[in-house]
């Protein structure tokens, strides 16, 4: 099944470094961002498990629960920790699922459905498409993916950008142009009329007909 915005996340009974979760419980009211990996102990993916480690506070700040998946059992889990640990400094402390069936990965429309039911024996270029980024709102619904070749390191600020503008978008009739970053100015939606929008945002400016900017909410 392809997946795409705004559809409801997968759900999902998978063992983790720390127990069995139901996904959907796991999230409960909270965001959160499933990032997944083709294989253990591959150099780029374990720089980025202990990047995403040391900006733990970060997602937490914003309500974001972090969880991340490779297709290895998870007792491979626990000593990829170790690697990840001398290599970035960080400890992983979220949790890491087993997808050694590779069921979440074909759920998650990241390996065909004729790809096997174990992982045992398959390469990181067997499973090349595991490295998807997928940020989830508390309505369950996704609201982001991304997806990064094997060579390529994930910029997980991106990702917290994007959730910053996630968050503020759903809470406001505003979107963020390009390379938005926090403070800067919004763009007005088309729903929101001239009138509303000075009692809204007490003033904006009108850079084309369908292009209003104005200071970015703070409630």
């Known amino acids: 099944m392809s997946l795409r915005i705004n559809q409801t996340a997968p759900d999902f009974t998978a063992e983790t470094t720390q127990g069995t979760i139901h996904f959907h419980d796991w999230i409960g009211d909270n965001w959160a961002v499933l990032f997944s990996h083709p294989k253990n102990f591959t150099p780029v993916c374990t720089t980025e498990l202990g990047t995403m480690a040391g900006l733990e506070g970060e997602f937490r700040k914003r309500g974001v629960k972090i969880i991340g998946i490779s297709v290895d059992p998870v007792e491979s889990h626990a000593k990829w920790k170790q690697d990840i640990r001398v290599a970035t400094g ?11 069936d ?5 759920l998650y429309d990241m390996l065909p459905e004729d790809a096997g ?11 090349a498409t595991v490295r998807s980024v997928y ?3 508390p309505d369950k619904k996704i609201k982001l993916i991304l997806t ?12 917290l950008r994007a959730i910053d503008s996630i968050q503020l978008t759903a809470r406001h009739q505003v979107a963020t142009p390009a390379n938005w970053k926090q403070g800067d100015d919004v763009i007005i939606t088309a729903a929101v ?4 929008a000075i009692t809204r945002f007490g003033s904006f400016e009108t850079v084309l007909p369908y292009l209003r900017k104005t200071r970015q909410p703070t409630v």
């Open 193 to 196: 009329s001239n009138e509303d």
């Open 117 to 127: 039911e174990s992982s045992e024996g398959r390469t990181p270029a067997d499973n």
């Open 148 to 159: 990064y070749p094997m060579t390529t390191g994930r910029n997980f600020d991106e990702i």
């Open 102 to 106: 590779l069921k979440v990965a074909k």
């Open 135 to 137: 940020v989830i709102g």
């Open 90 to 100: 960080f400890d992983v402390e979220y949790p890491l699922i087993g997808d050694n």
